[in-house]
């Protein structure tokens, strides 16, 4: 089962639609995040938390 590593962003009431699309689609494609969950809170605010694969090496040296 594989784990992973979490982000939370907020993301403030004057941060329009476009610009938070921007924002986490730059972190999807650069820093290979995906979105975990969006909450939109009625005050405008949005809590964002992102979330990606922790990727873990084996070593292929002999032993």
Do not use: K
């Amino acid at each position: 089962m594989p784990g992973y590593e979490y982000q939370r962003l907020t993301l403030p009431r004057g941060v329009s639609r476009n610009a938070a699309q921007r924002l986490l689609t730059d972190a999807a494609e650069y820093g290979h995040w995906e979105l975990d969950r969006l909450r939109l809170f009625p005050d405008g605010t949005r809590q964002v938390t992102l979330r990606r694969r922790i990727l873990r090496m084996r070593s292929t040296l002999p032993v």
